[in-house]
């Protein structure tokens, strides 16, 4: 499983980076077209459990199989 994060729909709520139980996810300084801050993802502490994919009002992040 792979999470793919669509920076522009995001608007920085934190809600995932909140309920990550393995807290893989955090703010970067950069700024999205919107002006909110970015996100990235450790992949190595992802487990793809979801969490953040549910707690996005923004649709802005998915959960893949990988190849898919």
């Known amino acids: ?4 994060y ?3 729909l995001c608007k920085a709520c934190g809600l ?3 309920f990550c ?3 893989a996810i955090t703010f ?3 700024l999205n077209e919107k002006g909110y801050r970015t996100l990235t993802f450790n992949q190595e502490l992802c487990t793809a459990c979801g969490t953040c994919y549910r707690m996005c009002p923004d649709l802005a992040i998915t959960v893949r ?4």
Do not use: H
């Open 65 to 68: 199989l990988e190849g898919k």
């Open 16 to 18: 995932c980076v909140e």
């Open 6 to 8: 669509e920076q522009n």
């Open 21 to 23: 139980p393995v807290q």
């Open 1 to 4: 499983m792979k999470i793919t």
């Open 28 to 30: 970067t300084d950069n």
